[in-house]
């Protein structure tokens, strides 16, 4: 017979950690400029790499000359049309047709390839991304000082500010201001928006690399004459861009124009989780006209573990109720009237109906962002 031995595990406390940061451009991190559709430009150049989902047009143009030849650095959704120009050895795919004139690659290869970078997973993961960063409360400061915007954060973490787009439209200039190694976070609301011939600081430590402006709602938006110091995520717009640079990553539906592309690896992460984890979740149904009598029916919704009441309204016949907000849970549904038999039909969130009790679904499992439809009762 062998021996036992008892073994006593020790637990210690481990010290608290952040939450992973997150960088927060994703496949576009990659890239100088990542556009969902059309690329139009001429006698400028991107540093680094470019993608575009759709076609793209260059005349008299370079593309990545500050990079090392590591995989494509021309990834085309679509046709290609390039006069007068190189590619730095890194290669081009393209997965429409190819028309070059007095173009070259540096040794680099051109292939017709489809594929290389799935663009409307891209386009949905970062317009939800820009999504949830201009929900995030603003921590930092804004400022009007004689027409320049001063924006203030002191987080070591993430700063994050929020603008109209007439603000920034209407300014000379901005300055940011915020501690080395931090992030900053500009969310800029307005469908049209424009940056023209104004001047961009820095100040406090903070670089380029960490500093993005959202424009979460833009559906155009117009650059000129202007050096940003940062990274520009515009998932919806449509950006004309004449003159000027961006140090950092251009991220938007389409651009045309002769503006420049400055390669500045960006490095834009956010403090713990960008995104709820657990989102409410909802449940509506209606009362059927089947249903004798003129009284109202009361409607709850309950909790089965916690018998928290989460929803309780009066419906008359015909009519619908709605719950909004709910914590994800396991539900039950009930009804009730001052006389009359009710009957429950569960809806496409699934239950089961009270043995013996014909006015209640039990085991609602409303999900994360459950929405829940189709639940009624009637005679």
């Not at 993430?158 to 940011?176: D, E, M, P, R, V």
Request: aromatic content about 8%; proline content about 3%.
């Amino acid at each position: 017979m062998l021996a036992t031995k008892k073994v006593t595990l020790n637990l210690t406390a481990l010290e608290s950690r952040a939450l992973m940061a997150t960088n927060v451009l994703g496949v576009a991190s990659g890239y100088n400029g990542f556009f969902f559709n059309n690329y139009d430009a001429s006698y400028s150049d991107v540093q680094g790499k470019l993608a575009a989902g759709g076609n793209v047009s260059l005349t008299g143009y370079s593309v990545g000359d500050k990079i090392s030849n590591a995989g494509p650095e021309l990834v085309v959704g679509g046709n290609l049309n390039f006069t007068n120009g190189q590619v730095d050895g890194g290669g081009v795919t393209y997965g429409g047709t190819l028309t070059t004139k007095w173009f070259g690659t540096n040794g680099g290869t051109i292939s017709q390839k489809s594929g290389v970078v799935d663009f409307a997973a891209a386009q949905a993961s970062l317009t939800s991304t820009s999504e949830a960063l201009a929900n995030k409360p603003s921590n930092g400061t804004v400022v009007n000082q004689w027409g320049g915007l001063i924006l203030t954060g002191t987080s070591t973490g993430t700063n994050y500010f929020s603008l109209n787009a007439s603000q920034l439209s209407s300014s000379w200039g901005i300055t940011i201001n915020a501690p080395a190694g931090s992030t900053v976070i500009v969310n800029v609301h307005g469908m049209s928006a424009s940056m023209k011939f104004m001047g961009f600081q820095l100040q406090g430590g903070v670089t380029a690399d960490h500093v993005l402006l959202n424009f979460v709602d833009a559906q155009s938006l117009v650059l000129d004459g202007v050096g940003i110091q940062g990274s520009i995520l515009a998932p919806n717009a449509n950006v004309k861009f004449d003159n000027g640079q961006i140090n950092g990553t251009l991220v938007a539906n389409s651009m045309c124009g002769y503006g420049q592309l400055n390669w500045v690896p960006p490095n834009i992460e956010v403090c713990g989780c960008l995104y709820n984890p657990t989102q409410p979740a909802s449940l509506s149904g209606s009362i059927s006209t089947s249903i004798c009598g003129c009284g109202q029916v009361h409607v709850q919704l309950i909790n089965q573990t916690t018998g928290a009441v989460v929803g309780d309204v009066m419906v008359s016949k015909g009519g619908t109720f709605s719950f909004a907000a709910v914590p994800p849970g396991v539900y039950k549904l009930t009804a009730s009237r001052a006389h009359g038999t009710i009957h429950a039909t569960a809806g496409n969130a699934g239950g089961n109906l009270m043995a013996g009790d014909t006015a209640t679904i039990y085991n609602i499992d409303l999900t994360s962002g459950a929405k829940a439809t189709g639940y009624s009762f009637g005679a």
